[in-house]
Each structure stands twice: as structure tokens, then as C-alpha cells.
């Protein structure tokens, strides 16, 4: 079920879906900032009621994570729904929705625009179990309330492409990338993040030709967990809830790292592990996002080639964990040329 655009003017709910740092003092600079910057785009932001609790409150209380993202829903007057931030227990709000019929109903019932990334990657995963397309994306506190005087330009292109129509359909990489903040504090307000120029653009490390699939995918690390048999919570969890789709045949992936910045050994374990549970099994192409840094920029690509070999890859696309970011339809049709370098959305994102 794809959800109606966003239009000026419109409420969009602000959730924390895992960590509940938007509710602590030391980011209130950044929550005043983000307000500002979506209300200049036009849009309303409402904070849901257990949204700016606190991140002691939300890890111990992940019921009213999930009664913010059905009452988000149930919400007439809400359009869309974007993410506070990640973290790193978005599972332990499943539950709370595949168990509750009145919520998957009321999800079901009323699809909306819905956009984060990273640990929210599990939030997609749940939503498209519930038959919607979704959106990895920004997210208010690491987008929104960029501390430079300006969004990064990149970023606020692309979100400003769906809230305006402007019917971009290409995906272009960016001319530039940046380095990831050391200080968030008051003190960095207004201060621009070290800029690097983009000197490798979209890389193709496997395969060639043209492929055409709906995109499916989100942070590795997280989807790395869902097999993960050391994490015997999280295995609990994930076996009693399946929120993978049976097979992704016939998908273009799209997968990039987090922010913990996953060793070589690490990365190539991750990629071994979803090889083995046949998740690449049937892909027409996979997209890897920009590792955050460039942090092991090359070695990745190393692994990624000596893996991956029979798949169609292309690396380096701005999206997830390195800044700046686009956003990745859930469920879209793309068409990826290998040999030019080229991501082409051919199919409406919005009813």
C-alpha cells in the first residue's frame, strides 16, 4: 500500500521508535532547530506524547514506543511519521503490534508516509510485513536539526523532491561528502561539518548490464542481527516474529553500514551470514551505501567484490549512515545500470 504524498501544510508525527534521547536536555538546541527547519519547509511537526520521555523511560518502557507509532496512524489529522533517531532495540517494539490486532488494523487501515533509517530499519521490515511502502530516510535529529546554519543541501534536495512533487526520478550522487560530528553540543551551532569532495561518485564493483526490481533492504548491522544466533534476546524475538519477506527474488537491495563502523572481519561475517540464509538469493542487484568516514572505504570493497562475485553491485551511494543522504523507496520499482552508473526510480512512489 503506498501512502498519499506529503503537501505543505501537513502534521507529521515525530516518534522515538528506539532511542529516547530526543527527550533529554542536552539535545533541546537540536529539538528547537528541527522544529524551525520543518516548519520552514511548511510542514507541522507533532511530538507524539511518550516521543520526548527520555531514553531511561523509552528502554525500559517499549509499549509506549509502539502506542505512539499506532496512535501516529490512528490520527486523522497526521499525514506522515519520521523517525526522532535510531538507536539499537527497535525490535522490542514488535510485540507490541504483530500482537494486537486492533494495531496491526489500525496500520493497516491508514497508510502513511513513514521515513527513518538506521536501528529503524526494523520499523520498515514490520511496516512492509503490514503491506506498506516505506521510506529510509532522514531522520529529525540527525537531519532536520543538522547543526550548520542550513540542512546539508543534498539531504534537503531530496526530501523537498517528495514533499514538492519536483518528480526527480534519478538518483545523482553527491559532488560532496562530510565527516561525522564530534560535538553536538550548543557550542556547535552554526558550525559547517568538514566537507570532503566526492572524487569516486557510484562505483561498480560485480556485474554489468541493466536490471529493473523493487527495492528492499536497510542498515546491514541491523538485518546482520535478525540471524545473529549470539544475540539470544534478539533471536527470541526475530524467531517467534518473522518480519523478512520469504525470499527477495527478484529485489534490488540496498544495505550500508552504521555508524559503529563494522571491522573488515566484521563486515565480511555480516555478508557471509546473509549469503548462507539465502538472502541475496534471486537479486537482480544490490546498492551498498557510502560507509560512514570512508572508514574502511576500500577493504569493504575488497570483500564486497570476493562475496558478492555473481551478483550485479554497485558501492558508494549516498544513503544510511554517511552524510549526505537520499531516500530509498521501499518496494519501487528501480531500474540500476551497471555499466553507466545509474539508479532511476520507474514507478510512482505515492497513490
Avoid at 33 to 42: A, P, S, T
Avoid at 153 to 181: A, C, G, I, M, Q
Avoid at 224 to 250: C, G, R
Avoid at 301 to 319: C, D, H, R, S, W
Wanted: hydrophobic fraction near 40%; include cysteine.
Amino acid at each position: 500500500m503506498k501512502p498519499n504524498q506529503l503537501r505543505v501544510g501537513d502534521h507529521v508525527a515525530i516518534v522515538s521508535l528506539s532511542s529516547g534521547v530526543l527527550g533529554e536536555k542536552f539535545v533541546a538546541h537540536e529539538l528547537e532547530l528541527g522544529i524551525k527547519r520543518l516548519e520552514e519547509m511548511g510542514l507541522v511537526p507533532v511530538f507524539m506524547p511518550n516521543s520526548q520521555k527520555g531514553i531511561d523511560y523509552l528502554s525500559k518502557n517499549p509499549k509506549a514506543r509502539a502506542e505512539d507509532l499506532v496512535a501516529a496512524f490512528e490520527n486523522k489529522h497526521i499525514k506522515g511519521i519520521i523517525c526522532a533517531i535510531g538507536g539499537n532495540d527497535a525490535y522490542k517494539v514488535i510485540p507490541f503490534i504483530l500482537d494486537d490486532k486492533k494495531a496491526v488494523e489500525t496500520i493497516k487501515n491508514n497508510p502513511k508516509f513513514f521515513m527513518g533509517f538506521s536501528d529503524s530499519t526494523i520499523d520498515h521490515l514490520l511496516l512492509n510485513k503490514l503491506g506498506l511502502n516505506t521510506f529510509y530516510g532522514p531522520a529529525f535529529l540527525t537531519d532536520f536539526a543538522e547543526l550548520d546554519t542550513e540542512m546539508l543541501p543534498y539531504t534537503k534536495f531530496w526530501f523537498l523532491n517528495l514533499l514538492l512533487n519536483l518528480n526527480h526520478t534519478k538518483l545523482t550522487p553527491s559532488d560532496v561528502w562530510y565527516k561525522e560530528r564530534t560535538d553536538f553540543s550548543m557550542s556547535a551551532l552554526g558550525t559547517p561539518r568538514q566537507m570532503q569532495f566526492e572524487e569516486r561518485k557510484y562505483m561498480c564493483l560485480c556485474g554489468k548490464g541493466e536490471e529493473e526490481g523493487e527495492l528492499f533492504g536497510g542498515c546491514l548491522d541491523v538485518i546482520y542481527s535478525i540471524f545473529d544466533k549470539e544475540d539470544k534476546e534478539k533471536q527470541k524475538v526475530f524467531a517467534k516474529y518473522d518480519i523478512l519477506p520469504k525470499t527477495n527474488k527478484d529485489k534490488i537491495l540496498f544495505l550500508e553500514t552504521s555508524d559503529s563502523k563494522p571491522t573488515p572481519a566484521v563486515f565480511e561475517k555480516m555478508l557471509k551470514t546473509l549469503k548462507e540464509n539465502k538472502f541475496f538469493d534471486g537479486v537482480k542487484g544490490v546498492l551498498f551505501g557510502k560507509p560512514q568516514d570512508e572508514k574502511y572505504f576500500d577493504d569493504y570493497a575488497k570483500i564486497i567484490k570476493q562475496e558478492l562475485a555473481e551478483y550485479n553491485v554497485l558501492y558508494n551511494v549516498n544513503f544510511g549512515h554517511a552524510l549526505p543522504r537520499c531516500i530509498m523507496p521501499y518496494n519501487i520499482k528501480t531500474k540500476v545500470n551497471f555499466d553507466n552508473k545509474t539508479i532511476e526510480f520507474v514507478e510512482k512512489m505515492f497513490e
